[in-house]
């Protein structure tokens, strides 16, 4: 029986394991579940370009293991090459979060490689051209994926594959296993749908049907995998990983992040706007008049969100709370109250089972 502790005892109370920079949320695409709600021109407030160079400054200064620039679509913004360097000059591992469009095909990865760009994700939210276009709203886009995949993997870049698990595309998981043998990224990160921005409730996947993704899942790590699949917002897949491997049926895993919103990572938004991530949509102050680092270390907001055993609900007395602790973005949106438990977990901690369960 899995005993509570933590593999990796990470402390992220100095600095985020992750932080999201939303860099613009211009984007040609309209995908049915974008948190950003992205718009087809850049916002009038964004961040001015001096603004984005001192920005870029004090995020090498806070020192994140990962920055990923994200959008809307960062290609948008003109300066992206700029804001690469400029944090990749200061040390930090930078990653793209593109959208498929024919702006990416254009573009020189050699360039951005170069300029400090290590890895580039990319998403796939159907397993068919015709279930990807779709979602996404624009003609095409699946072949674009497909082509920028195999022209980043090409310069060298590192490759994560996202994929959306709702409803609909959990029906798809066979195709888009196949499909991943095809790409064959680097990683494959299976987020689980919040619904914020135009992502909707009733797109939800159940409890249940995540259980039995997390199986197939475990399943698949078991045949020598040319990937590895890791989750985004489905933090209790770390809790059904560690039980097979205390019931002895698979390997305990040798390294887990025990990252979840505002717990090693972070966000800030287009217009300066800092939040625990992309996904838990509470401002925490702007970087135009706060100071990051101290936001990051000493918001009350953040302190409470690193504090394991500020969870309530199940989660708060879940022998998995360290590694896990559901997600708090999720939780949010389903029920006001960022510290509840997690909606989609159907799993009872030792402590509220009754001798008899
Ligand atoms: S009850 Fe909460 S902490 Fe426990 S496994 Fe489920 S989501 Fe994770």
Redesign the pocket.
Known sequence: MYNGSTLNPADYSERPFILFWEVTRACALACRHCRAEAQKKPAPDELTHAEAMKLADQIAQLHPQMLVLTGGDPMMREDLLDIVRRTAGSGLRVALSPAATPLLLRTNWEEMRTAGVSSLSLSLDGATAETHDRFRGVPHTFDRTLEAARRAKEAGLMLQVNTTLSRSTIRELPLFEALMQRILPDVWSLFVLVPTGRATMEELPTAEQLETVWQRVLELRKGNLPFVIKTTEG??F??ALLREAAEGKAPAPRHLIPTRDGKGVFFISHTGEMQPSGFLQISLGNVRHADLIKTYREHPIMQKLRDDDA?G???GC????HI????RARAYEMTGDMFA??P??????IAMRTPSS
């Open positions: 933090h209790h770390r809790r969870l609900g199940k989660c879940c022998e998995f709370r896990c602790g559901g997600s438990a997690e989609l977990c159907c799993y009872a901690p």
